[in-house]
């Protein structure tokens, strides 16, 4: 008799063991399965050093663009490129960076079919075309004859009086950041067809 209790009371504690461990199980699932949908809600979101925010640094030639509201135009088009992480490297980089204006300038609806999902490639080839590697004032720019551009591709750079001009863009004005200099132009340089 005592062999049959001890055996019920065996078989009682599996049960309940058992039963505990399965109810674990079940939350541990549900954990699981918020922890999964939590991840892949970030994933969706756009990732990289970009988007890090720091109060602190010297802003990047980034954080230059966005800031400045003679640039919006840029800025759309490196974000719907999806260029950003490029432009926040360590560097140095120098942006030849054209304003709305020098947007505005350009035939009527360019910009517009440009930013479209399908021009992502020819976006993206133009914009590398206006970064260089290097932190070179307007004023040392001026020993240059031309520069290699990030999309593989060479700018004439020419001097005028006290003027710069790269690839026909004068330089306007020139903002040091935290990984290069920004390089503010008065037209869109458009890189050679080939």
């Known amino acids: 008799m005592k062999t049959t209790t001890n055996l019920k009371f065996l078989f009682a504690t599996l049960l309940v063991v058992l ?36 109060d602190e640094a010297v802003p ?9 509201p003679d640039h919006t135009t840029l800025v ?9 992480n490029a432009l926040v490297n360590a560097g140095p980089l120098m942006v030849f960076a054209p304003t709305n ?3 505005a300038a350009l035939p009527e609806g360019t910009v517009e079919d440009l930013l479209k999902p399908e021009n992502k490639g020819a976006l993206a080839n133009i914009l590398k075309y206006h970064v260089t590697p290097g932190n070179y004032s307007k004023d040392f720019l001026k020993k240059f004859k031309k520069l290699g551009q990030a999309n593989n591709q060479d700018v004439l750079v020419e001097v005028v009086g006290d003027d710069v001009f790269v690839g026909g863009a004068k330089i306007i004005a020139s903002v040091p950041a935290g990984n290069g200099i920004v390089h503010v132009v008065d037209k869109v340089l458009l890189p050679p067809t080939e």
Request: net charge negative.
């Open 76 to 84: 759309a088009a490196v974000q719907a490129a999806q260029l950003e």
């Open 101 to 103: 204006e020098a947007f």
């Open 60 to 68: 990047n030639v980034l954080q230059i663009a966005i800031g400045s």
């Open 19 to 54: 039963f505990i461990s399965c109810k674990n199980e079940a939350n541990n699932s549900e954990q699981v399965e918020e922890v999964t949908e939590s991840v892949s809600n970030e994933t969706t979101e756009r990732q990289g050093q970009a988007f890090i925010e720091d």
